[in-house]
């Protein structure tokens, strides 16, 4: 990389491939999940994500760019763990809780990676971009936030609760 310039459209690559992986992820995700609003959150971030997808897609073109995809390390392990973590949990009481954890990784590494691209788009002066990308790190932290809800208000306690149980 030279530039920033050369920075942001890397780094916008590792992105769309990052937004297309989740898609057969968050299938895995809501397939899996136990408890009914857990399940609708996976549905609807997965129609968000492909939303996210068309929209990094649309960037790339608006700059007279082919839309390209490059493999992103940290998705793919993120991906690889949750998984593992349907696998462990898969007919256990943690399984929602196992989901949201895995989840919230993901939107971690989103909410990170979409920042600093808005906030590179907004200094090279990439203005339709800077607005698609805020667009997209808005929707990522209100998921999380939903995650989070979920977590404390659900699947952290019952959880807890069934675990105990069948420890009993």
Not at 96 to 121: R, T
Request: glycine residues 4%.
């Amino acid at each position: 990389m030279n530039t920033l310039e050369d920075l942001f459209w890397d780094a916008l690559a590792d992105m769309y491939y990052a937004e297309e992986q989740q898609i057969e992820s968050l299938q895995k995700m809501a397939k899996a999940a136990t408890h009914d609003d857990l399940r609708s959150a996976f549905e609807s971030h997965l129609v968000e994500t492909e939303e996210h997808v068309h929209k990094v897609k649309q960037i790339f073109e608006l700059s007279g760019r082919r839309a390209k995809a490059k493999p992103c390390l940290a998705m793919l392990g993120i991906i690889d763990e949750t998984e593992d973590l349907i696998s462990d949990n898969k007919q256990s009481p943690t399984i929602n809780a196992a989901l949201v954890y895995a989840a919230e990784k993901a939107e971690y590494y989103e909410i990170a990676s979409y920042g600093g691209l808005h906030e590179w788009a907004k200094l090279l002066g990439h203005d339709d971009a800077a607005r698609l990308i805020g667009e997209i790190l808005a929707e990522e932290k209100l998921v999380d936030n939903k995650l989070n809800k979920l977590a404390l208000e659900h699947c952290n306690p019952t959880a807890k609760t069934e675990s105990i149980k069948i420890a009993a």
